[in-house]
């Protein structure tokens, strides 16, 4: 049964750097086929997976609206846009890749829009897993773009405000009409431990931890230097810690279970 993952988190959060960990250690552990969704407009995830990026559903859906009476062949927008969207379809050794691009202009799209999310459910049923990088805003969500999602990620720095934000995020998706089975917040960029005051405002926003991922100098370098994800060492301790976050979500598949995280507070 496919799984979906979805990470989301205001902007340096290191959100995206954590949805490629996620889709590395899939593609290493757990699935033979991935479909990884950058639902950000300010596109990068393929940077991070170290691959060039096709053309974008935002790129797609302009066209469409600049040839709405001119379409190729005879085809009709629903025809046009699956065949723009298979070709937009980058696809690598271990993992698809679709990236939505920049949000709308000024006027309305419904009807694209609506093909769209149609379209890309046809889409990621041929996966195993689908794992969507937001955008710091959720836009994609609340136009209803992507849906039925098993596990929502809401990643976080240690700081007070950081957390806040996490909060502002985990209401907005109560607020929406999106199916997101299960919610957690992961703290990035970890020293020690969570701070007493971050603890008080976890607690006051309702937030339900799941990890901490200790701040990691190989992958900061990494982003330093604008190598991809691959290059990082299994030992690393983000990938570490990620291993265990996907055996607290038992997306473990074949592959062993890894001991269970002990989050210190």
């Not at 902007?11 to 949805?19: L, M, N, Q, V």
């Not at 469409?64 to 629903?78: I, N, R």
């Not at 025809?79 to 690598?92: D, G, H, N, P, R």
């Not at 603890?199 to 200790?214: A, G, H, N, R, T």
């Amino acid at each position: 049964m496919m799984k979906t993952i979805a990470i989301s988190g205001k902007g340096g959060s290191g959100k995206t750097t954590i949805a490629a960990l996620i889709i590395r250690w899939l593609s290493e552990h757990a699935a033979k086929s991935i479909l990884a969704v950058d639902a950000d407009s300010n596109v990068n995830l393929n940077e991070v997976l170290g691959i060039d990026l096709g053309e974008t559903i935002g790129a797609i859906r302009e066209e469409m609206k600049s040839q709405v009476t001119d379409l190729p062949g005879g085809m009709t927008k629903q025809q046009f846009l699956e065949y723009k969207i298979q070709v937009s379809l980058v696809e690598a050794p271990k993992f698809d890749l679709i990236a939505m691009g920049r949000p709308e202009g000024p006027g309305c799209y419904c009807y694209a829009n609506n093909l769209l999310r149609d379209i890309l459910k046809t889409l990621s049923a041929n996966y195993e897993y689908v794992v969507i990088d937001n955008e710091a805003g959720m836009e994609h969500l609340s136009r209803r773009t992507t849906q039925n999602i098993d596990y929502m990620l809401i990643i976080s720095d240690p700081t007070v405000r950081g957390i806040h934000a996490a909060g502002k995020i985990s209401r907005l998706l109560k607020e929406m009409d999106t199916r997101v089975q299960k919610k957690y917040l992961i703290l990035n960029r970890v020293r020690d431990s969570a701070s007493r005051h971050a603890q008080k405002v976890m607690k006051d926003e309702d937030l339900s931890l799941l990890s901490l991922i200790p701040e990691d100098e190989k992958i900061l370098k990494m982003d330093q230097e604008g190598r991809p994800i691959w290059d990082i060492q299994a030992s690393s301790p983000a990938y570490q810690a990620v291993n265990q976050i996907m055996s607290e979500l038992k997306l473990f598949a074949e592959s062993p279970e890894a001991p269970k995280q002990e989050v210190n507070p």
